[in-house]
């Protein structure tokens, strides 16, 4: 269905959170369609690869040991950042919560790092996600970039950008933000 407005122009149709969970209901969307809601459109994500798949494994692993109970470590699930946007990162380092935000989703200020794995998705974590998380005040931001083997860690958003940008390559060690006890090996991540 294309929105026209009075101008003449094709406008977009946006959707709250609201309306994109009733089509969930619905069965407008399932389980098995790989969409997330950014900005109040229903955006199509790349299909996962083996190396993006080893990827996650391999940070779930290494982020679960070391944080351990201090945290949470959540893979591919859904994060609320506003009434428009409900991403699906690859990884979420969440505050501890007894229930594991059984209540409800965790919102932007329950992340202290968010972790995108990119093989062919590249411009699209730059361009839309990083805008994303940085207006929503997410306070540390990765991209793994499997094709060019680095790590860029984005921190201090303000006003919408992020302010510091770090690049990290193989023989490289990470330390997070919230987590300044840890040194997370470039060359464990990207295997």
């Known amino acids: 269905m294309k929105t026209i407005d009075m101008s003449g122009q094709a406008a977009r149709r946006y959707f709250t959170i609201d309306e ?20 109040g459109e229903i955006l199509r994500m790349s299909p996962i690869g083996s190396r993006h798949a080893a990827c996650v494994n391999r940070l779930i692993r290494q982020l679960t040991n070391l944080i351990g109970d201090r945290a949470i470590v959540s893979p591919q699930n859904p994060i609320v950042l506003s009434d428009l946007s409900e991403p699906e990162p690859d990884v979420v380092i969440l505050r501890s919560q007894a229930d ?12 202290l790092l968010i972790i995108e794995v990119a093989d ?50 193989r023989g490289a060690s990470i330390t997070p933000l919230n987590f300044s006890d840890l040194a ?5 991540i990207l295997g």
């Open 120 to 169: 062919s998705s590249i411009t699209y974590d730059r361009e839309v996600k990083l805008p994303t998380y940085a207006s929503s005040g997410i306070p540390e931001f990765w991209i793994v970039d499997l094709a060019a083997e680095s790590i860029e860690v984005y921190t201090s958003p303000r006003h919408g950008v992020y302010q510091n940008l770090q690049s990290f390559q």
């Open 20 to 39: 994109y969970h009733r089509m969930g209901e619905a069965g407008i969307l399932n389980e098995h369609d790989r969409v997330e809601l950014i900005e």
């Open 184 to 188: 997370i090996s470039v060359t464990s």
């Open 100 to 111: 594991f935000y059984a209540k409800a989703l965790p919102s932007a200020t329950d992340a």
